[in-house]
T-cell receptor
Framework: DGGITQSPKYLFRKEGQNVTLSCEQNLNHDAMYWYRQDPGQGLRLIYYSQIVNDFQKGDIAEGYSVSREKKESFPLTVTSAQKNPTAFYLC????????????FGPGTRLLVL | GQQLNQSPQSMFIQEGEDVSMNCTSSSIFNTWLWYKQDPGEGPVLLIALYKAGELTSNGRLTAQFGITRKDSFLNISASIPSDVGIYFCAGLGHYGGATNKLIFGTGTLLAVQP
């Protein structure tokens, strides 16, 4: 089956710790995105990547880092500099040549201990 | 960051009723998308609209791309309990440069009473 997978489903972070969220897609999409969702709010863009080895900051990139070494993978690291990391994190991908429609993974909920 | 104005924020209806929600923006979009999100899951694409004035259906769902390119609505007919969830609109707009990015609405929470 083609799709986007995110792992883990739930992640716990201790104060001062960096954690990495995984996102993998087998849709052969060029572009990948990370969003953050807080209760009662819409999706806010953290980082996006249009092509391998290239990525740009979104609206709320501070305290986060990404890499895009492979087309299929776009991991997000939540660093200790992110002071309010508790949220639902969503990864998405799209094929810009086919209209930019984004498809989402199932999400990772990050909780701070 | 930009967000679209989506209304209503929430709706509580009886099973069988029709539902309507809409999104408006001060900016022009070339694409409108409607997603549904179940609790604890990622959004799932319902309908994509690519041309101004376009009216598209997907089962009991109908969505339209406004003529002005600044709005879109989603209708759900004969609602059923599994329609419960949060519905998001999204418009393809410009973000900080030449590359187009999706801008999301704030969501409409739909609750359906059996």
């Amino acid at each position: 089956d083609g799709g986007i997978t995110q792992s883990p489903k739930y992640l716990f972070r201790k104060e001062g710790q960096n954690v990495t969220l995984s996102c993998e897609q087998n849709l052969n999409h060029d572009a990948m995105y990370w969003y953050r969702q807080d209760p009662g709010q819409g999706l806010r863009l953290i980082y996006y990547s249009q092509i391998v080895n290239d990525f740009q900051k979104g609206d709320i990139a501070e305290g986060y880092s990404v890499s895009r070494e492979k087309k299929e993978s776009f991991p997000l690291t939540v660093t200790s500099a992110q002071k309010n990391p508790t949220a639902f994190y969503l990864c998405a991908s799209s094929n810009p040549q086919r209209g930019e429609t984004q498809y989402f993974g199932p999400g990772t909920r990050l909780l701070v201990l | 960051g930009q967000q679209l104005n989506q209304s209503p924020q929430s709706m509580f209806i009886q099973e069988g009723e029709d539902v309507s929600m809409n999104c408006t923006s001060s900016s022009i979009f070339n694409t409108w998308l409607w997603y549904k999100q179940d609790p604890g899951e990622g959004p799932v694409l319902l309908i994509a609209l690519y041309k101004a004035g376009e009216l598209t259906s997907n089962g009991r769902l109908t969505a339209q791309f406004g003529i002005t390119r600044k709005d879109s609505f989603l209708n759900i007919s004969a609602s059923i309990p599994s329609d419960v969830g949060i519905y998001f609109c999204a418009g393809l707009g410009h973000y900080g440069g030449a590359t187009n990015k999706l801008i999301f609405g704030t969501g409409t929470l739909l609750a359906v009473q059996p």
